[in-house]
T-cell receptor, first 118, second 115 residues
């Protein structure tokens, strides 16, 4: 079974600074997808960024980028120019790419609470 | 495009009662998944439905059940409620197509409190 580990329960950053959230995972599969989700107090999980394991290039979405190290099974999220609105719980998630039947569930880490100060 | 709609947003039930939660996915999405979120256990997968068929089920007791209708709307039911069932229940919809890195779109959840 796959596991996802987020070793930082809480991180703090000042506005305009850069912060990196860590995520490691364990899998025996070679093809899979990785995601970072953000959950603000409104409770809705919002997709921040996604990465296909077969792609060597790291995904980037505006101020959000990942450092995907497949051999090390590491998938960290970098937030540049942090804003007050970035404050939320961030979850790293894994999904197998083996197709639909029985393998399309998301496995989540425990989350990292990001605090942003002015 | 409307998002994923979950109703109700809040619910308070008594131990032993049963509850039904509803989820309307994004139009065109055929897959609906349910997750339970608690402070202690985090996010745990409950089940997934695709085209009215349950494709996968998490490690939850039989008191937790669900179904999906022909319009892709889904309901989950919890019978004989226990205090430990208090949680945020999140629904996620997706295209559900193989070979596609679809992200899941989540609703805002139903906060269930069992007293």
């Amino acid at each position: 079974a796959q596991t996802v580990t987020q070793s930082q329960p809480e991180m703090s950053v000042q506005e305009a600074e850069t912060v990196t959230l860590s995520c490691t995972y364990d899998t025996s599969e070679s093809d899979y997808y990785l995601f970072w989700y953000k959950q603000p107090p409104s409770r809705q999980m919002i997709l921040v960024i996604r990465q296909e394991a077969y792609k060597q290039q790291n995904a980037t979405e505006n101020r959000f980028s990942v450092n995907f190290q497949k051999a090390a099974k590491s998938f960290s999220l970098k937030i540049s120019d942090s804003q007050l609105g970035d404050a939320a719980m961030y979850f790293c998630a894994y999904r197998s790419a083996r197709g639909n039947s029985g393998y399309s569930t998301l496995t989540f880490g425990k989350g990292t609470m990001l605090l942003v100060s002015p | 495009k409307a998002g994923v709609t979950q109703t109700p947003r809040y619910l308070i039930k008594t131990r032993g009662q049963q509850v039904t939660l509803s989820c309307s996915p994004i139009s065109g999405h055929r897959s609906v998944s349910w997750y339970q979120q608690t402070p202690g256990q985090g996010l745990q997968f409950l089940f997934e439905y695709f085209s009215e068929t349950q494709r996968n089920k998490g490690n939850f007791p039989g008191r937790f059940s669900g179904r999906q209708f022909s319009n892709s709307r889904s309901e989950m039911n919890v019978s004989t409620l226990e205090l430990g069932d208090s949680a945020l229940y999140l629904c996620a919809s997706s295209l559900g197509r193989a070979g596609v890195n679809y992200g899941y779109t989540f609703g805002s959840g139903t906060r269930l409190t069992v007293v």
